[in-house]
């Protein structure tokens, strides 16, 4: 029986305010907590952040600056055991940077003799196989190893890693709750018109998928009152996406319709209440879609990753377009379906959204039951 609290590093993209990967902390804190308390112990979080003091005040936990090598060490040598995760941390698409430093940190910990743990990550695309060997090496010396998709771990097994087994979970924000019952009362806002929700992000340079998107919108807006809410998940380049969004949307008042923005927002609890308040999420972020869908709003996705098409299978849906390829039309047709066809949507895929909000846990049941047993 485990009788002192067990201290957990945890790596990832955080302290960036990007409501996707905090609302991925927030989903792994709550499950350790939750599952450490069904098995009786106590687990101290400390997170590697890239601004400490911000995730300190928003999660409650200890955190350290990521960046810092000495730092970073001595809290892994006081450590327990460290999570890699969740996110698209082993990737070379936005940086070539990015695997060698999340890689480091699981072999630092290595060194150090602690139990690692990578949690539901979304691999790849690694475009350098320089790194294959790479991963494979870090990777084999792991407890136990989880990935948010079958092309994940597909990618994994032709690196040719043999151990540990690869299990496959949803991702961990399916997991996240909205809001106590009492901050839900207060943040209440009642709509008289449909809320779609609109999640949109910079991608291409000359921004023809924001333009499609505002087509889209405005066809949309034509054929029925709506209310559309922009929620950007990470600032402030998703708030500026969404204001040139706006601009070529133009004004809509006249159709009986709205628009509106949700501003600054951090916290990923209320950024879950506000999708969780839409009749339909049109979404180029993935975690706007997962929040979607955790809580039965239909989602609507606009590929620019294959991520996108991995989660929208998972709950019967494909992406309307891509941002390469986007027909505001062909939007605005799928809108107003899922729009009038909600409930059918939400009755179909009930029992499948049931069951990756409950296999969501499984990492954090699994890393807890490590502990017990090595405590």
Not at 147 to 174: T, Y
Not at 178 to 192: G, K
Not at 261 to 286: A, F, K, N
């Amino acid at each position: 029986m485990v009788t002192t609290a067990q201290t957990i590093i945890i790596s990832g993209y955080y302290g960036f305010r990007n409501s996707g990967d905090e609302a991925v902390l927030k989903s792994i804190l709550t499950a350790l907590e939750e599952e450490s308390r069904q098995a009786g112990i106590t687990v101290k979080p400390v997170v590697l952040s890239s601004d400490p003091a911000w995730t300190k005040k928003m999660y409650g936990v200890e955190a350290v600056p990521r960046m810092s090598l000495g730092e970073v060490r001595r809290a892994i040598q006081n450590s327990d055991g460290l999570i890699s995760g969740g996110g698209s941390l082993l990737q070379d698409a936005t940086s070539p940077k990015s695997i060698p430093y999340y890689l480091a940190i699981l072999k630092l910990a290595q060194w150090a003799g602690k139990p690692t743990f990578v949690y539901a990550q979304g691999i790849g695309p690694v475009q350098r196989k320089i790194f294959y060997p790479m991963i494979r090496s870090v990777f084999q010396r792991c407890e136990y190893v989880s990935v948010r998709d079958k092309q994940s771990a597909a990618l994994l097994g032709g690196m040719k890693l043999e151990r540990p087994p690869i299990e496959v979970v949803p991702d961990p924000v399916m997991g996240l709750p909205l809001p106590s019952a009492s901050e839900q009362a207060a943040e209440n806002n009642r709509d008289e018109l449909p809320i779609v929700g609109v999640s949109v992000r910079y991608w291409d340079k000359e921004h023809r998928d924001l333009k499609a998107i505002a087509d889209g919108l405005k066809k949309l807006a034509a054929g029925r009152r709506i209310h559309l809410r922009f929620l950007p998940f990470h600032l402030p380049d998703d708030e500026q996406a969404s204001r040139m969004v706006m601009d070529y949307l133009g004004d809509i008042r006249a159709t009986g319709s709205r628009v509106s923005m949700c501003d600054q927002v951090t916290d990923p609890q209320q950024m879950l209440l506000e999708v969780s308040r839409c009749s339909l999420m049109i979404g180029m972020r993935l975690h706007s879609l997962i929040y979607a869908a955790s809580h039965h709003v239909p989602p609507l996705g606009i590929s620019y990753d294959p991520k996108i098409d991995h989660f929208l299978s998972r709950v019967g849906s494909q992406p309307v377009g891509t941002t390469e390829a986007l027909d505001g039309q062909k939007l605005a047709q799928e809108a107003v379906r899922l729009l009038d066809e909600r409930n059918q949507w939400i009755e179909s895929q009930g029992a499948a959204i049931a069951l990756l909000k409950s296999e969501a846990r499984l990492p954090a049941q699994h890393i807890i039951n490590y502990l017990c047993r090595k405590g």
